[in-house]
């Protein structure tokens, strides 16, 4: 019996799809309401008019946002700690994934490193322990203190030390026969095959760095140096009482806290969707060629 092409496999096909559909949408129309709210008038926004188009179209709660100079200065921190942050978190991941991907007997203490850093993810010493190393080592209240304490992903590690296992161990022995060493080997033989689990992790480094908030607002002194999604988080709590104390009757008209969260929340999403689809392509394989332990 063919079971590709049975009644059961074409139906069960069919429920997976619709399945499948009702899961994207529900993930996507919270999205589509949020965007259609930000471009509506606070009078709609208010009166709940507002469900997947915008009502009375306006720009002015994107021009209230982006005209901030808190929100340009946080934006600003933003992109410097995405681009350190990610440096920073593939170098040491791709120099600690290939000593770790070595077989015992090239490597006799990798079985110990490697439940060395096992241990960080299955025991943490707690936030106030953090702070007080963070504190202690001269950190706080700088660029460094957003970076240096997620340096080492482990998670990222588990995953391109797999990725890298599944590479044929011929091309690193002929590169040793041929007189390279460990570096060359690394350079020139694991990271160029290694593209789609390297995009992978990148993504995720990127994502994790541009929507980390809670750090930025307990080791940053002024709200100045916080990071973009630390100033919309404060922004965002203290929004409702803002419009209500303020005596600008011509801004109320314009904008209100419903149609300014609603921005806020898509100028803050915005640099990830713009970077993940030239990531997308890879994403998919890396999980999966990167997950699978020999």
């Known amino acids: 019996m ?9 139906l069960f096909l069919i429920a997976n799809n ?9 993930c996507l129309l919270p999205f589509i309401h ?5 471009f509506s008038s606070p009078a709609a926004s208010t009166a709940g008019e507002v469900k997947l188009w915008p009502v009375e179209f ?9 005209a901030k100079k808190e929100y340009l200065q946080s934006l600003s921190v933003s992109f410097k700690r995405v681009v350190l942050g990610t440096a920073i978190n593939m170098l040491l991941t791709v120099l600690t994934a290939y000593p770790l991907s070595k077989t015992i007997r090239a490597f006799p203490m990798r079985t110990v490193f490697a439940w060395f850093f096992v241990f960080t993810i299955l025991f943490g010493g707690g936030l106030i322990p953090w702070y007080i190393v963070v504190k202690y080592t001269g950190l706080m209240n700088s660029l460094w203190a957003l970076v240096v304490p997620g340096a080492v992903q482990v998670y ?3 995953i391109l030390l797999n990725f890298f296992r599944q590479l044929p161990r011929e091309l690193e022995e002929s590169a040793f026969l041929d007189g390279a060493g460990h570096m060359s080997v690394l350079l020139r033989i694991y990271i160029p095959l290694s593209g789609p689990a390297l995009a992978t992790l990148l993504l995720f480094s990127i994502v994790d760095h541009w929507n980390a908030w809670f750090d930025g607002l ?19 709590v203290n929004m409702s009482s803002l419009f209500l104390n303020t005596t600008n009757s011509e801004m109320l008209k314009e904008i209100n806290d419903r149609t300014v969260k609603a921005a806020q929340i898509l100028v803050g999403a915005l640099p990830v969707l ?5 990531l ?6 890396g999980i999966v060629l990167g997950s699978v332990k020999e």
């Open 18 to 26: 619709v399945f499948l559909l009702l899961l994207a949408l529900s």
């Open 280 to 285: 997308q392509r890879h994403f998919i394989k």
């Open 58 to 66: 306006t720009w002015k709660a994107y021009e209230y946002v982006i």
């Open 274 to 278: 713009l970077a993940y689809p030239f």
């Open 34 to 38: 949020i965007l259609a709210v930000s």
């Open 218 to 236: 307990i080791l940053m002194n002024s709200p100045a140096k916080y990071p973009l999604q630390s100033y919309m988080q404060t922004i965002v």
């Open 2 to 10: 063919d079971v590709g092409h049975s009644t059961g496999r074409k």
């Open 156 to 158: 990222s590690i588990i």
